[in-house]
């Protein structure tokens, strides 16, 4: 039976850390998104747009991984966080991609944030 992730967990002491830890994962790969439509809003183009969306990909691939894992990660924990920090890198290096662009570092990420 396939159930969601965060359904149940395996292990007790993780109930608070896992949940917590995606939702921080996620908020950063939203906040990339809103920071890439943001920036296309402004008038950056396709070719601006390549370099952060592509990292983006990346991130979401990361996380996605460790998600579909029915265990969350719980039964290989370090490898689980190495997976997770190569998802926190490539959502930084997606918004540090966004700031590089002269255009698109006009956008105000602050409004992206509230979307």
Not at 16 to 26: N, W
Not at 99 to 105: E, V
Request: hydrophobic share 35%; proline share 4%.
């Amino acid at each position: 039976m396939v159930s969601e992730p965060l359904h149940k967990f395996c292990h007790s002491h993780h109930e608070y850390c896992a949940p917590r830890t995606l939702s921080i994962l996620k908020t950063r790969v939203r906040l990339l998104f809103g920071e890439i439509k943001a920036a296309r809003s402004a008038g950056a183009t396709d070719e601006e747009l390549a370099a952060p969306r592509d990292f983006q990909r990346k991130a979401q691939f990361y996380l996605d991984f460790i998600e579909a894992e029915n265990s969350m990660g719980f039964h290989a924990p370090q490898e689980a966080v190495r997976i997770l920090g190569e998802s926190i890198n490539f959502s930084r290096k997606g918004q540090m991609a966004l700031r590089k662009k002269p255009d698109a570092t006009k956008v105000n990420t602050q409004s992206a944030r509230q979307k």
